[in-house]
């Protein structure tokens, strides 16, 4: 790391007026001679191979780095528009941000990789080969995660002054190995052969406090201020990871944040004579950034999570505040001007910490501070598990925050004033409302700092934000319906349909044109080939082509053989109760007692394929994932079962396998207890790919069905107002005796036939079915699944109907594309306006 004096020549030097003669260039040329020309100069000098090397790994760093000079030049020009437009910016502050691969993304969006691949194929390099070497970047756990990756990708198409703020983790999400069915897990050391894309900027480095105490003082004019000290301090070094837009110019910037130790470390330490406790302090403070805490429901307590939101929130504002006084004299316009978006409450310190600069460190009174705040921030939450809500100790928050509670304290002080004055006497209601929880250790609950500090409170899907209003957030909503709004999810196309399923888009561009890569409602221009044979005839051959990739892929990382004229029955996901993986597999156990019992007439072969990784600490969801590999074991050996029923988990599930899954499946589960899930987004990477969905009436399922219209959609169990009234009289068993099917499915999982070397191994699992606490009503939502599989087996061996069903799922997913989720944000919440970058012209 760079000592404070460097850091501080580097950003002199960075903020001087700018040498246009130093760094006006002509574009590089998008040929394809001008590309494999670069391609040749990194290969032998930057990287210094020669004709004895012939490593795909060295040729795929070539490539990155030739694409990266195309996004660099786009970059800028970016920026300049962006800085000289003056215009309204929006941040998006995220733990997390799934963003998978980025090579063919780069080629896709700088509309090259026709001529890359022509180019690579004359020097007998097969650009496919190079697109594999690149590892994930798996900074995140699941949904909220991707979802932050698809709304940057939809930003820069829209040309939008959308930043996104982050975390570089060292070890994204670990990998998930499975050895005798159980998921072992291994660290991800994804920079290990360094990451091509990122660009480091030393000269922008926060330095961020910790722990110490506070002081408060009275200045000469008789004012009221405090002083947080004796700080243990850590500098964030930002890395900016380029985010090109669809063929347009514009390239915006994903900023992680990588903790380093401050050079006082050492030094202090180390003039005390101890190097060992210097050693162990910059320790300390690199473990900011180390690890991706890997659960997808909140672990609360840990002080290392809470030194990372810190960590994020705090050196993401310094960073905006910097850009801020650089052009601006005071704070009067900084609402209208920025935005800051929190996903999920996991930066919501945000709004102490945004009060903090601003009174103690700005000296603005705590009123233009807080209408400033308030102003600025808006939240989007992610779940309705009450157990989700993040809630820390105050006593956690003393030691190692100290300044930040004492600004939640007298937040919550002058909400809770207003509370009263409005309902007095009324304690239930200030207990339920107060930032603080009371109880034997005080809780801070951050969802409540976010709704209190932010103009704008939004679920992810309609039925998602319809019960927040009534249930988790309802005080909040009596208080201030103005703020609560739905901004239903997508994903982008981009990604999740050209880049991953070539044949299909090849198919649709023939077809509609190819408007529909920035217009995704063009695709109902497909409705009208939905009933004819010819089209459905190649539209079922680009799906076949599909499956036969999905189902090499399974057959190397899980050695079972899945049959491409089978049903592609499919479920990926975070391994999770809510999301009844374990009554997808009742229904595997129940189609396995089928055929054991001969009962075969009419039969739709089909092949399950699960995939998911469970948090280390989730015991019940690794139970269910050997249970899912122990039934697969004994169905697949099984020579009378397997031609008819294959089982197979697919290891270490995350954003690239999801690239050969989605094309290639023809059913999707989508199978939550009503209420559970807030959206999902796995459900629209399938519809657009072509599959149909089995799924119950909750998140983005019902959106997607009314899209679709019913009779393409298998709709099954009870519904959310169902799923409440039905929770406290609750009795399996009821379901259980009601349903012989149930019955014998039971039976067979407690008679220990998948767990014969292991015995008692499953028994909790089935004894939490037949609990009458069960909170997912697995028993309940039985007999209408298997009903509900029925009607999509039949359905699928009727091909024509099935073809025109599939044609009709991706022509009614347009409004499933992150480009609406981002146009109706920006109408309803940030307000920004489209601006393209400058090119020379206008320099
Ligand atoms: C919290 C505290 C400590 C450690 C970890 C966490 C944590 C981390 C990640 C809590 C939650 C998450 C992720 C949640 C998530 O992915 N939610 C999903 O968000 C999607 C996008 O909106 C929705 O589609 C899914 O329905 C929702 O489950």
């Known amino acids: ?72 030049e786009r970059w ?76 940057l990708d939809s930003c820069a198409t829209l040309q939008l002054p959308v930043t996104g703020y982050g975390i570089r983790y060292e070890y994204g999400m670990f990998r998930q190995v499975i050895e005798d069915g159980y998921q072992l897990e291994e ?109 997808d429901a909140s672990e609360n307590g840990k002080a290392l999570r809470l030194r990372q939101q810190y960590f994020l929130a705090s050196a993401s504002l310094k960073d905006v505040i910097r850009g801020w006084k650089r052009a601006h004299k005071d704070f009067s316009e900084f609402s209208s001007k920025n935005c800051f978006q929190l996903n999920d409450t996991h930066p919501t310190i945000a709004v102490a910490e945004l009060m903090r600069l601003l009174v103690d460190i700005e000296r603005l009174d705590w009123d233009d501070a807080w209408e400033i705040t308030s102003q600025t921030m808006a939240y989007t939450n992610h779940t309705l598990l009450p157990e989700a809500l993040e809630r820390w100790s105050v006593p956690l928050f003393k030691q190692l925050l100290p300044r930040l509670l004492e600004v939640i304290y007298e937040i919550n002080a002058r909400f809770l004033s207003e509370v009263s004055a409005r309902w007095p006497m009324d304690t239930q209601r200030l207990g339920r409302l107060s930032i603080i929880e009371e109880g034997p250790v005080k809780q801070v609950r951050m969802a409540h ?43 982008t196309q981009r990604r999740w349909m050209i880049a991953c399923n070539p044949g299909l888009t090849q198919l649709l561009n023939e077809t509609i044109g190819e408007s529909w890569a920035y217009q995704l409602d063009d695709l109902k221009g497909l409705r009208q080939q939905a009933s004819d044979h010819a089209f459905q005839q190649r539209w079922m051959a680009v799906r076949r082509e599909n499956k036969v990739r999905l189902s090499n892929t399974i057959w190397r990382d899980c050695g079972v053989k899945f049959d491409p004229d089978a049903l592609f ?42 995939g998911g990784k469970a948090a280390p600490g989730y015991a019940r969801a690794k139970q ?68 149909l969905t089995i799924g119950t009436l909750d998140g983005a399922n019902i959106e997607i069905r009314d899209a679709v219209g019913e009779e393409h959609f298998f709709l099954f169990g009870h519904s959310a107002q169902q799923v409440q009234d039905l929770r406290p009289h609750y009795n399996p068993e009821h379901f259980i005796q009601g349903d012989n099917r149930l019955s014998r499915v039971m039976s067979l999982l407690e008679s220990g036939h ?6 008692g191994l499953f028994d909790a699992i089935a004894q939490s079915i037949r609990s009458p606490q069960d909170p997912w009503l697995v028993a309940a939502d039985f007999s209408s699944y298997i009903d509900a599989q029925q009607r999509a087996s039949e359905h699928f061996n009727w091909s024509e109907r099935w073809a025109q069903s599939s044609i009709l799922n991706t022509a009614c997913s347009g409004f499933f594309s992150t480009d609406r989720t981002m146009q109706e944000y920006n109408r309803d919440i940030w307000q920004l306006n489209p601006m393209a970058p400058l090119t020379m012209e206008m320099k």
């Not at 995220?94 to 691949?117: H, I, P, Y």
């Not at 988790?472 to 901004?487: G, M, T």
């Not at 499919?570 to 109760?577: G, I, L, S, T």
């Not at 156990?589 to 009419?602: F, P, S």
């Open 1 to 72: 790391m760079k000592n404070t004096h460097e850091l501080n020549s580097i950003s002199e030097m960075c903020e001087a007026d700018s040498h246009n003669q130093l760094t006006d260039l002509d574009p590089l040329g998008m040929d394809s001679d001008s590309l494999i020309q670069d391609f040749r100069h990194y290969f032998t000098h930057t990287l210094g191979r020669d004709r004895r090397c012939c490593s795909n790994h060295y040729y795929y760093k070539a490539l990155a780095q030739t694409l990266r000079d195309r996004l660099m």
């Open 76 to 151: 800028k020009n970016t920026r300049y528009a962006y800085d000289e437009g003056n215009c309204k910016r929006t941040y998006y502050l995220s733990m997390e941000f799934l963003m998978g691969r980025a090579l063919r993304n780069a080629m896709l969006n700088l509309d090259v990789e026709a001529d890359v691949k022509d180019g690579l194929e004359e020097l007998g390099i097969v650009m496919e080969d190079l697109v594999e070497m690149e590892h994930d970047a798996g900074l995140g756990n699941g949904g909220l995660g991707r979802l932050a990756a698809c709304f």
């Open 187 to 295: 660290p991800d050391h994804w920079l290990r052969d360094g990451n091509p894309w990122e660009l480091e900027r030393p000269e922008y480095a926060q330095r961020i406090h910790f722990g110490g105490r506070t002081e408060h003082f009275v200045d000469p004019e008789g004012k009221h201020h405090a002083r947080w000290v004796d700080t243990h301090d850590v500098l964030a070094v930002p890395f900016d990871n380029p985010v090109p837009g669809y063929r347009n110019g514009t390239v915006n910037t994903l900023r992680l944040w990588k903790a380093a130790a401050t050079d006082e470390f050492d030094l202090d330490e180390f003039n005390a004579g101890d190097y060992a406790d210097a050693v162990e302090a910059k320790n300390q403070a690199e473990h900011i950034s180390m690890v991706l805490y890997p659960n």
């Open 449 to 491: 700092l976010a709704i209190v500090g932010s103009f704008s409170v939004n679920g992810v899907a309609a039925l998602h934000s319809e019960l927040l209003k009534q249930g988790l957030f309802r005080d909040f909503y009596e208080i201030w319906p103005e703020k609560f709004n739905n901004k239903t999810n997508g994903v």
């Open 569 to 610: 029955d499919v479920q990926v996901k975070r391994m999770h109760e809510y999301k009844r993986q374990l009554l997808n597999l009742l229904h595997v156990l129940h189609l396995y007692d089928r055929i054991k019992q001969g009962d075969t007439e009419n039969w739709t072969p089909r092949c399950v394929l699960f």
């Open 624 to 691: 269910i994932i050997k249970l899912i590999n122990n039934v697969a074991r004994v169905v697949n050996r099984d020579r009378q079962v397997r031609e008819l029923l294959q089982v197979a988990f697919l290891p270490n599930y995350r954003v690239t396998a999801m690239e050969i899954i989605a094309p290639g499946t023809d059913l999707s589960e989508q199978i939550s207890t009503a209420g559970k899930e807030a959206s999902g987004t796995g459900n629209m990477k399938f519809m657009m790919n072509g599959a």
């Open 754 to 759: 998948f767990n014969q070397f292991e015995p």
